[in-house]
């Protein structure tokens, strides 16, 4: 069976500190897509990234990076020099090859104070 | 260009009530998903419409339907109401590209079942 496990339920940082949100998978596919979707208060699930099973470069944008180890089953999110603005639920998802489905773990709240 | 658009935003209905949720997708897209996202928790796949037909299928009850227009715009109805459905509901619009199907996701309906 497919699963996404968040284990940090909650991370209270203050702002221009780093912060790394972990995720662990489970699936038996060898082929499947992992994502990170940003939910702020609004409600909306914001797109952040998405990675392919075949490709395990680390990835960074701006503030934020991704490692990827297929290895452990992870794909942790570092959020660089935190700001107010990050504060958010952050959601880590699985999809295999083949269907849309989105597998979504519990998500992470991150509170940054300033 | 306008995104995932949802109505209404808040919603509240009694037990054994049924409901009807709207969701008009992206521009361009033609795939739309339902997902329901209970409070503190990840949101979990409902089902997914395509050319005007139900193709996938979460671990949802018959109670939960939908429709999907010609002009691809979709439905979610939910009959016979139960607290339990009281979440926040989430449309996602799909594009298919070469290099995987991106889902944008709309700002949710809030339903309250009392």
């Known amino acids: 069976a497919q699963k996404v496990t968040q284990a940090q339920t909650e991370i209270s940082v203050v702002e221009k500190e780093d912060v790394t949100l972990d995720c662990v998978y489970e699936t038996r596919d060898t082929t499947y897509y992992l994502f990170w979707y940003k939910q702020p208060p609004s409600g909306e699930l914001v797109f952040l990234i998405r990675r392919n099973s075949f490709d395990e470069q680390n990835e960074i944008s701006g503030r934020y990076s991704w490692n990827f180890q297929k290895s452990t089953s992870s794909f942790n999110f570092t959020i660089t020099a935190s700001q107010v603005v990050d504060s958010a639920v952050y959601f880590c998802?699985?999809?295999?090859?083949?269907?849309?489905?989105?597998?979504f773990g519990t998500g992470t709240r991150l509170q940054v104070f300033p | 260009d306008a995104g995932v658009t949802q109505s209404p935003t808040h919603l509240i209905k009694t037990r054994g009530q049924q409901v009807t949720l709207r969701c008009s997708p992206k521009?361009?897209?033609?795939?739309v998903s339902w997902y329901q996202q209970a409070l503190g928790q990840g949101p979990q796949f409902i089902f997914q419409y395509y050319e005007e037909e139900e193709r996938q299928r979460g671990n949802f009850p018959d109670r939960f339907s939908g429709h999907q227009f010609p002009n691809y715009s979709s439905e979610l109805n939910v009959n016979a109401l139960l607290l339990g459905d009281s979440a926040l509901y989430l449309c996602?619009?799909?594009?298919?590209?070469?290099?995987?199907?991106?889902?944008?996701f709309g700002p949710g309906t809030r339903l309250t079942v009392l």
């Open positions: 998802a699985l999809r295999d090859y083949n269907t849309d489905k989105l597998i």
């Open positions: 996602a619009s799909l594009l298919r590209t070469s290099v995987g199907n991106e889902q944008f």
């Open positions: 521009s361009g897209h033609d795939t």
